[in-house]
């Protein structure tokens, strides 16, 4: 529509103006993962996002994702600006762990080394030992079970649990969920695979252990796109937010993407796998950021400091 490309046209000069670079999550809307792309942004994971945000030279950085992610890009990079879409985006993972519980349970088991996912507030990643993302988590695991150390882990207990059964690690696991994950179904799965028995399954670990069961490849956002490049079929059942269709059918422009259920029956609720935070990133709200300085992600400094630690260890393993 028109009032898009003003839009459009818009935030591509305020990202000029501001020396501003837009980093994008891959379960944003596909303008906004266009847009990245188009003005030299990126759109990729967490991970890929923190590595991309802390490299690059702009003084602005506007992260179109969720709160977390917005965090991690001010802890990495206090002397620039980050700037958000809204700050209201948060994920179920981060509010199913709140800081003081959090830091509770890990005083009750203080044998264990601490171990949480990048989908997590400051103040949790700041108690934590080590902080990893779905597309690095197993080995980290390993390297620390190679060492002897037994784990605690927060806050997917989806995600740890997977990781548990790939690596044999002693795992605490603490019980949180991501709403948007958690709601694919093998049964509808399995149903759809009956409709195109050659398709692959391709399951994000965030999703119930009965659906990550029956997947050909289970991984990162990023190592299902890859996946995708590299499977043969011709047919892909995708178990996670349908935000990834905009790069992975770019990837494989030829084969056909299937959402995985989220009902036993085969049909899928088109709100379902999407989630509700990432879809609060939208062209107005982010082009007001740029024009008025809204949605500025500040971390305290004792924070930041505290955060940095587990965080480095993320980006300096294994690069
Ligand atoms: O589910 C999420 O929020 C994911 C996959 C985040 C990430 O690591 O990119
Ligand atoms: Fe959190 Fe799930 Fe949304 Fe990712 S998709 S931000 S894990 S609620």
Redesign the pocket.
């Known amino acids: 529509p028109a009032e898009d490309e003003a839009r459009i046209e818009e935030i591509k000069h305020l990202l000029e103006a501001n020396n501003a670079v837009l980093v994008a ?3 944003t809307d596909d303008a906004i993962q266009q847009l990245a792309e188009e003005t030299g942004g990126c759109v990729a ?3 890929e ?1 923190a590595r991309f945000g802390a490299r690059h030279p702009a003084d602005t950085l506007v992260v179109a994702g ?1 709160r977390f992610m917005g965090e991690t890009a001010k802890i990495l990079s206090p002397e620039k600006r980050v700037l958000m879409p809204t700050l209201e985006a948060t ?1 179920s993972l981060d509010v199913g762990c709140p800081a003081d519980e959090f830091s509770a349970f890990c005083d009750q088991h203080p044998d264990r080394t601490v171990v949480v996912y ?2 997590t507030s400051a103040a949790v990643k700041a108690r934590a030992d080590w902080v990893v ?3 690095i988590a197993v080995e980290v695991i390993e390297h620390l079970q190679a060492r002897g150390e037994k784990i605690l882990w927060a806050p997917d207990k989806h995600l740890g649990g997977y990781i548990q059964k790939q690596t044999g690690a002693d795992m605490l696991l603490w019980d949180g969920a ?1 709403i ?2 958690e709601e694919f179904k093998a049964k509808g799965v399995e149903d759809l695979k009956g409709l195109y028995p050659d398709a692959a399954v391709l399951v ?1 670990p ?1 999703s119930p252990s009965s659906v990550v069961e029956l997947a050909d490849v289970a991984g ?2 990023s190592q299902l796109i890859k996946a995708a490049k590299e499977l043969p079929n011709e047919e892909l059942i995708v178990a ?2 349908r935000g990834i269709f905009f790069k992975m059918q770019q990837a494989v422009p030829e084969k056909t993407l299937f959402e995985a259920p989220t009902a036993g029956n085969g049909a899928t609720c088109r709100s379902c796998a999407h ?1 509700p935070w990432m879809a609060m990133n939208a062209l107005d709200n982010l082009a007001g950021a740029l024009r008025e300085g809204t949605g500025e992600i500040q971390v305290g400094d004792e924070l930041r400091r505290a955060a940095l630690k587990p965080l480095t260890r993320m980006l300096e393993f294994n690069r």
Do not use: I, K, R
């Open positions: 999550h891959y379960y994971d967490s991970l996002m969720v994920c990048a989908n993302t779905s597309s991501c948007v994950h994000h965030e990162s956002t996670t937010d989630c």
